[in-house]
């Protein structure tokens, strides 16, 4: 866990944060930290709010924000585009191509800082290596996705915002993907990551914090272990859960 | 997946051997021969046209496809080439000069488009359905003034009106203007290559990798439209050359924009010299409209591409 780095410089920090959409508050009032080498998995209900909320930390177009969002302690609004590319990436719930293109292709064009990654070594982390060569639009759903992780890895940038990046993997690859982001923020490392799942077990797994949405502007971080307990999880799901032996189960 | 190295560098050398082929071919044959003379005041000038014309026409729908993320749009779709015909109609009732005539219309409705999406071109939202919808009205309120002008045109000039609103090359003049415009659209496009190729993926992407999406956005929409308003007012509206060529391109395995670019502009030159020549030889002395038989010759051919790429 990163309490072993607690002075560490913010990589991501939300200053009073409120978010709104179609009428609705979604975060209130958001004061929150990442740090290098944390890794935070954003919970919520349905239309809690999550996306959005990456969205906004992305410095994507969201339907009604206030308050601030910083980057490496600068305002996202005072970093020129061209700069916020080597602050972060972000990888959306789903691509969407229109054009032919090769993987290779894709991966060099969404490289902004050469040479932190190797695209070899990260497709093969991903268990994607004789996807190079594909075109984009031949890939199945979980492929392209495991694609959309390697272009955000690959950007080069330490800030890392992954939207549900496992929906579309398989049992298999779900933890494959696990392992992969724990090795590419692990502690110690320059980065951070803030992903979004619904998966409890998974997000156990893979998190290092959980900063819980209510889906009512109400909201609660901390480390894992603190947060995925029986009455986090009623509140934030609305259902019952029980630890069967290290296994989140819903009732 | 993808083109490369040998196999990229073949495809263009056959494009350019196919538009050798084409220049040699549509100045050496036509109704009256081998005339020296001949071929210098007419058929050359013709042949330019065909090639700055062909040129400029394939890159404004490479370039428009980019803008609308949309692999069917072509040099037409937002309307500012309406705007051209409708000018020049105009003009040729009025006795005016065509070229002005489609100028200043291509002119008034680009400027009427970008003051009506302002704010969409600016967004980094994707799809832009509003960019596209406000382009397809202007194009069909241009067209439904076009059909309007025709009822009224004068019997003796009808003819000359429906030839040149479905592209005739006859007597068209700037040539040599329509190919530096190409060379400089391409140019453009290639030395913005490397953006553009980033925002084909999205305007989203784009902008998170650090391109300047509105200013590129702007740039293909500006370019564009003055490259389909030129080449509408040298030739008319010739459709087809520029959906079909960048899209055969990119069927055949083209990625970059850098080589799509220059390559478009090579592919449209001879495409439309080649239908032009066969316009003019098929049922000589008459002529045949070279919009009709760009279609009937690339139609098939496009076809075949699309059945070869999606295999």
């Keep these: 866990m990163s309490a072993d780095r607690p002075t560490a410089e913010p990589l991501l920090e939300t200053r009073s944060l409120s978010l709104r959409a179609a009428g609705r508050l979604l975060v209130d009032g958001l004061n929150w930290r990442v740090r290098p080498g944390e890794r935070w998995c954003v919970i919520g209900r349905n239309a809690a709010g999550k996306s959005t909320l990456l969205r906004a930390l992305a410095g994507l177009a969201v339907p009604e924000r206030q308050g601030e969002v910083r980057w490496l302690g600068r305002r996202q609004a005072d970093w020129p585009a061209a700069d916020a590319a080597w602050a972060r990436a972000y990888a959306p719930q789903q691509a969407v191509d229109r054009f032919p293109l090769s993987v290779q292709r894709l991966l060099d064009l969404s490289t902004v800082r050469p040479g932190a990654q190797r695209a070899s070594a990260v497709l093969a982390d991903l268990d994607a290596q004789w996807l190079a060569q594909r075109g984009v639009m031949q890939l199945s759903g979980g492929e392209r996705q495991r694609i959309a992780l390697a272009q955000c890895a690959l950007q080069g940038a330490p800030l890392m915002l992954m939207d549900e990046p496992v929906s579309f993997q398989d049992p298999g690859h779900q933890i494959q993907v696990a392992r992969w982001l724990a090795r590419l923020v692990a502690p110690g490392t320059e980065a951070a990551l803030v992903v979004t799942a619904h998966d409890v077990n998974w997000i156990v797994r893979t998190a290092t914090h959980v900063l819980a949405l209510w889906g009512d502007g109400c909201w609660r971080a901390g480390p894992v272990d603190q947060m995925i307990d029986a009455a986090v999880l009623q509140q934030v799901y609305g259902c019952a859960w029980r630890d069967v032996g290290g296994v989140w189960v819903a009732d | ?311």
């Excluded at chain 2, 479905?166 to 490397?194: E, H, I, K, N, R």
């Excluded at chain 2, 799509?260 to 032009?276: K, P, Q």
């Excluded at chain 2, 030889?281 to 098939?300: K, W």
């Design chain 2, 1 to 311: 997946m993808g083109l490369t190295g040998t196999r990229l560098t073949a495809l263009a050398l056959a494009l350019l051997a196919l538009l050798g082929l084409a220049v040699a071919a549509g100045l050496a044959f036509g109704s009256a021969g081998f005339d020296v003379d001949l071929i210098l005041a007419l058929r050359a000038p013709r042949v330019a046209a065909a090639i700055g014309v062909g040129a400029l026409l394939a890159l404004a729908g490479l370039a428009m496809q980019v803008l609308l993320r949309n692999p069917l749009a072509d040099p037409y779709v937002l309307g500012t080439s309406g705007g051209a015909s409708v000018g020049g109609l105009l003009a040729l009732m009025l006795g005016a000069s065509l070229w002005l005539g489609a100028g200043l219309g291509a002119l008034a409705a680009g400027a009427a488009l970008l003051a009506m999406t302002r704010s969409a071109l600016a967004s980094t939202d994707d799809a832009s359905p509003r960019l596209v919808l406000t382009g397809a009205m202007l194009a069909s309120l241009c067209g439904a003034i076009a059909t309007l002008l025709l009822a009224v045109t004068p019997d003796q000039q009808l003819r000359g009106a429906i030839f040149w609103l479905v592209g005739d090359l006859s007597g068209a003049q700037g040539g040599l203007g329509c190919g530096l415009a190409a060379a400089g659209f391409a140019a453009l496009l290639m030395w913005q290559g490397t953006a553009i190729d980033r925002l084909q993926l999205g305007s989203e992407v784009a902008a998170l990798l650090g391109e300047p999406v509105r200013r590129l956005r702007l740039l293909l929409l500006v370019s564009a439209s003055l490259a389909a308003g030129l080449a509408v007012a040298s030739a008319g509206a010739i459709g087809f050359v520029g959906l079909v060529v960048p899209q055969a391109l990119r069927l055949l395995g083209v990625q970059r924009i850098r080589d799509l670019a220059w390559m478009s502009a090579v592919g449209g030159a001879a495409l439309l010299t080649l239908a032009d020549l066969v316009a003019r030889t098929v049922v000589s002395p008459l002529e045949l409209p070279v919009g009709a038989v760009m279609a009937l010759i690339g139609a098939p051919l496009f076809i075949v591409i699309l059945a070869r790429g999606t295999r």
